[in-house]
């Protein structure tokens, strides 16, 4: 198994940036898949999730401006980062989560199974 994101980088506040995740999973689409940050200093948090329905949650912290997709067809995850600002700078990791059909997806960041490298995210003027 293996996760692979892409597309962070440095950002003006209010700006946009887009994050994508490559799943190298058998089954990709019995995932929940989720977006998670951490910022120096700080525990890592999650950001959105998204189960095999296409059922997404958000932190509070982002709704409104983040927006989930998952690609079964490519086994890719995305994250629409919209109206970004400086406490959005984190590296923000890709994760993934066996669950049964019907099910939502965990909150618990050790039920994630298996983790991406991260990709560094930085919104400053």
């Known amino acids: 198994v293996q996760l692979v994101e892409s597309g962070g980088g440095l950002v003006q506040p209010g700006g946009p940036l887009r994050l994508s995740c490559a799943a190298s999973i058998r089954d990709y689409s019995r995932y929940c898949m989720g977006w998670f940050r951490q910022a120096p200093g700080k525990e890592r948090e999650g950001v959105a999730t998204?189960?095999?329905?296409?059922?997404?949650t958000y932190a509070d912290s982002v709704k409104g401006r983040f927006t989930i997709s998952r690609d079964n067809a490519q086994n890719t995850l995305s994250l629409q980062m919209d109206s970004l600002k400086p406490e959005d700078t984190a590296m923000y990791y890709c994760?993934?989560?066996?669950?049964?059909?019907?099910?939502?997806?965990?909150?618990?960041?050790?039920?994630?199974?298996?983790w991406g490298q991260g990709t560094q995210v930085t919104v400053s003027s």
């Open positions: 994760a993934a989560a066996y669950i049964r059909p019907g099910a939502q997806c965990p909150a618990r960041r050790d039920a994630y199974a298996f």
């Open positions: 998204i189960d095999r329905d296409g059922r997404a």
